[in-house]
């Protein structure tokens, strides 16, 4: 291979678009990045060139000269269908902003302070934190490093940017849809620990109390995942006790709670929603699927993302020093897993009891 060859083969640099239409590199570099000065004769035949010679600037290089990276840093949990689809409405709206993300992951082995840590390592200028279940102290500690965004939970002290739906709202929704549906016996799967699923549990037991069905609140034990929901469907379908009856619908945590839900109900024989309603949290891609069908309650969450990438450029670009939480009404989607209870005398005791 000769150095003709080579020469080809190189990245074309800022240099050689300059030669190619005979003005200076600093000229060239005004043309590209869309500043004042040059005419538009010079505009016209700096960017064909560059285009012609398949000239793309040293994004890295550039950033690093003016000390910016202007990527914003995403943790999520890769369990969730839900926190993926989010992800894809982060990049479309840090795109718009010229930001790009980097992306790191909860796992079973990883937990949110090394997710975090790989994001303060990658030279991110903000944090984006879905659904974080960490200390809000520790939360407010990272915001006084870099602005903090978080995305679904109040979090309860100032310090950090809040956006997220009104997630007790949420569940209230689902229980005003069953109870005029004509249900009484609700029951809730829980989502264990922390703030958003805290919410949601005193926006079920609220919900009851509401409706006049304070001795009919249940509250079965769970967590955000599809194991949680396969346990409590276990325990809705089996005859455990004769002192309390099956419920005729249950609210869960999310939806992946209630995949395992529908998954144990079916594989028991419990027909939805002939024999039982069932409501999720979160309007995943999964819950559009026409074999589940889930009724669910919709975040809205491309205006949720939408706010948090803003409220991100606020602080980086625009100089903003306060905090600021904002709550956005969240929404029902009524299909096919919710019904009236079964028209049966039986209704609201364990099935085959």
Do not use: K
């Given at each position: 291979?000769?150095?003709?060859?080579?020469?080809?083969?190189?990245?074309?640099?800022?240099?050689?678009?300059?030669?190619?239409?005979?003005?200076?590199?600093?000229?060239?570099?005004?043309?590209?990045?869309?500043?004042?000065?040059?005419?538009?004769?010079?505009?016209?035949?700096?960017?064909?060139?560059?285009?012609?010679?398949?000239?793309?600037?040293?994004?890295?290089?550039?950033l690093?000269?003016?000390?910016?990276?202007?990527?914003?840093?995403?943790?999520?949990?890769?369990?969730?269908?839900?926190?993926?689809?989010?992800?894809?409405?982060?990049?479309?709206?840090?795109?718009?902003?010229?930001?790009?993300?980097?992306?790191s992951?909860?796992?079973?082995?990883?937990?949110?302070?090394?997710?975090?840590?790989?994001?303060?390592?990658s030279?991110?200028?903000?944090?984006?934190?879905?659904?974080?279940?960490?200390?809000?102290?520790?939360?407010?500690?990272?915001?006084?490093?870099?602005?903090?965004?978080?995305?679904?939970?109040?979090?309860?002290?100032?310090?950090?940017?809040?956006?997220?739906?009104?997630?007790?709202?949420?569940?209230?929704?689902?229980?005003?849809?069953?109870?005029?549906?004509?249900?009484?016996?609700?029951?809730?799967?829980?989502?264990?620990?922390?703030?958003?699923?805290?919410?949601?549990?005193?926006?079920?037991?609220r919900?009851?109390?509401?409706?006049?069905?304070?001795?009919?609140?249940?509250?079965?034990?769970?967590?955000?995942?599809?194991?949680?929901g396969?346990?409590?469907?276990?325990?809705?379908?089996?005859?455990?006790?004769?002192?309390?009856?099956?419920?005729?619908?249950?609210?869960?945590?999310?939806?992946?709670?209630?995949?395992?839900?529908?998954?144990?109900?079916?594989?028991?024989?419990?027909?939805?929603?002939?024999?039982?309603?069932?409501?999720?949290?979160?309007?995943?891609?999964?819950?559009?699927?026409?074999?589940?069908?889930?009724?669910t309650?919709?975040?809205?969450?491309p205006?949720?993302?939408?706010?948090?990438?803003?409220?991100?450029?606020?602080?980086?670009d625009?100089?903003?020093?306060?905090?600021?939480?904002?709550?956005?009404?969240?929404?029902?989607?009524?299909?096919?897993?919710?019904?009236?209870?079964?028209?049966?005398?039986?209704?609201?005791?364990?099935?085959?009891?």
């Amino acid at each position: 291979m000769d150095g003709t060859e080579l020469g080809r083969q190189a990245r074309p640099r800022l240099e050689d678009v300059a030669a190619e239409v005979g003005l200076s590199p600093a000229s060239v570099s005004l043309v590209l990045r869309g500043a004042a000065g040059p005419s538009a004769a010079t505009r016209e035949r700096v960017l064909e060139a560059a285009g012609r010679l398949g000239y793309r600037p040293d994004r890295a290089a550039s950033l690093l000269a003016r000390r910016r990276s202007r990527l914003i840093g995403v943790m999520l949990d890769i369990r969730s269908d839900y926190h993926g689809e989010l992800v894809e409405d982060v990049h479309e709206a840090a795109e718009q902003h010229g930001y790009d993300l980097v992306l790191s992951t909860i796992t079973r082995s990883r937990d949110e302070r090394r997710a975090v840590e790989t994001l303060l390592d990658s030279r991110c200028e903000a944090l984006l934190l879905l659904g974080p279940d960490a200390p809000a102290a520790w939360l407010a500690e990272l915001d006084r490093q870099l602005p903090v965004v978080v995305v679904g939970r109040s979090i309860g002290s100032p310090g950090v940017d809040i956006v997220r739906a009104a997630d007790d709202q949420g569940v209230s929704l689902s229980v005003d849809h069953l109870v005029g549906l004509g249900h009484a016996q609700i029951a809730y799967v829980d989502g264990g620990a922390g703030e958003i699923a805290a919410a949601r549990r005193d926006g079920y037991r609220r919900a009851m109390l509401r409706h006049g069905l304070r001795d009919r609140i249940r509250v079965i034990p769970g967590d955000h995942t599809e194991e949680a929901g396969i346990r409590a469907g276990m325990r809705v379908a089996a005859v455990l006790t004769g002192h309390a009856p099956t419920p005729t619908a249950v609210v869960t945590f999310n939806d992946r709670v209630a995949v395992g839900l529908l998954d144990a109900l079916s594989r028991a024989g419990v027909a939805v929603p002939g024999d039982i309603s069932v409501v999720g949290y979160d309007d995943s891609p999964l819950s559009r699927l026409a074999h589940v069908g889930l009724t669910t309650v919709s975040q809205n969450s491309p205006a949720l993302i939408e706010h948090a990438v803003t409220a991100i450029v606020e602080r980086l670009d625009g100089g903003r020093t306060t905090h600021t939480e904002i709550v956005l009404p969240p929404g029902l989607v009524v299909r096919t897993t919710t019904a009236p209870p079964p028209p049966s005398p039986d209704v609201g005791h364990p099935p085959g009891g």
